[in-house]
């Protein structure tokens, strides 16, 4: 009888020193599930560095190994969502490139799925160094989108986690193109489990999530989980406009019975600069809704790929088909339907 297969998908981006260390501690917690065979699928975003080269080599040694190039770098959340498209396990886990998620874990999250949750989640110690930086954005960003959203985010569950094969299903079944995995993770259901871990310091090399991808991400994920920020902006108009009539009347009142003016220049020019301050700030953000808009309805796909390496399973767009576009490779991620090929 064929196992079943467990895939287990990790996006590099310029992860080249990290990836030979990487496929054996996967290898060796992978060897104390007996009853799974796992595919290790390594997509490389679009690495200037021997990443691909060094992902071919493993792939030669090891034909668990495979691997999928994206043409350039499109992010994170894009490569996991090629990882999704392009798994064939019953269970898809995901985790990153650099032994900050610690692959000794994988049996106890295959364990957990095996009893009965179909989504096993990763919540790291909030005791964990991240980073002064790292650490307070992380904070306020948690707290600003549970605030707003009422698609619950939990603080710490970042992108390793085990995925059933019916939730991945659910997953590569949304449209949207800005994809905040953890969030539409969150928006589709399903049952949930908890692991807490202690992640690791980074293997080798540094943080490929500079402070511009950071705001991207959390401007993406607020503005795809909330329209608080659009309702936000009418109250402030509202309370504003109260505002100024009640400093009309007062200033009225003062005119007719005590025959004295409000006050010289500051009124006006604090006025002003407080109105202004709210119309920019509404119109930014109107702006980030209708940018987002923008950016959905034209239909790019969510990645485009380049090359691959004993991949399986090829996604096929359901919408849209593309001329340009053919298989193996150049298969642009947009609207997927796994299919098996052969
Ligand atoms: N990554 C990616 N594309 C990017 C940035 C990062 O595929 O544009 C990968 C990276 O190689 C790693 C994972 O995403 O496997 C998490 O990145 P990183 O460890 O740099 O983030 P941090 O742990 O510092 O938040
Ligand atoms: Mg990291």
């Not at 009124?267 to 950016?295: D, H, P, R």
Request: aromatic content about 10%; proline content about 4%; glycine content about 8%.
């Amino acid at each position: 009888m064929t196992k079943r297969i467990i895939s287990i998908v990790v996006p590099v981006f310029e992860e080249a020193e990290n990836l030979p260390a990487l496929c054996r501690g996967i290898s060796a917690a992978m060897g104390q599930v007996t009853d799974f065979e796992y595919e290790l699928l390594l997509i490389d975003d679009g690495s200037r560095d021997e990443s691909w080269e060094v992902i071919a080599n493993l792939h030669d040694l090891d034909e668990r190994v495979k691997g999928l190039r994206l043409s350039r770098n499109f992010g994170h959340q894009a490569a996991v969502t090629a990882g999704y498209r392009y798994a064939t396990g019953t269970a898809v886990i995901t985790m990153d490139a650099d032994l900050q998620h610690p692959s000794e874990l994988l049996p106890q999250m295959i364990q957990k799925w095996r009893g009965g949750y179909d989504v096993v989640s990763m919540v790291r110690d909030p005791a964990a160094h991240q980073g002064l930086l790292k650490a307070l954005s992380s904070t306020l960003f948690y707290r600003f989108i549970n605030a707003l959203s009422s698609t619950k985010i939990k603080a710490g569950v970042a992108d390793f986690r085990l995925l059933d094969r019916r939730v991945v299903k659910q997953l590569n079944a949304l449209k949207e193109r800005g994809r905040f995995v953890r969030g539409l993770i969150s928006w589709v259901g399903f049952n949930e489990a908890e692991i807490h871990y202690t992640p690791n310091p980074r293997f080798a090399g540094r943080t490929k999530y500079s402070l511009g991808k950071m705001l991207h991400l959390a401007v993406d994920a607020i503005s795809s989980f909330s329209t608080a920020p659009l309702r936000m902006s009418f109250y402030a108009g509202l309370a504003v406009n109260v505002l100024c009539l009640l400093l009309m009347g007062y200033a009225f009142y003062n005119k007719m019975h005590e025959d004295k003016d409000l006050t010289q220049w500051a009124s006006t020019f604090l006025t002003m600069l407080f109105l202004s301050g709210i119309q920019l700030l509404m119109i930014g953000v109107i702006g980030m809704y209708v940018g987002k808009i923008f950016e959905e309805v034209k239909h790019r796909p969510v990645y485009v790929t380049e090359k691959e390496l004993g991949i399986a399973l090829r996604p096929r767009r359901v919408h849209q088909r593309s001329k340009t576009v053919s298989a193996p490779a150049g298969t642009p991620g947009l609207i997927v339907m796994p299919e098996r090929n052969g």
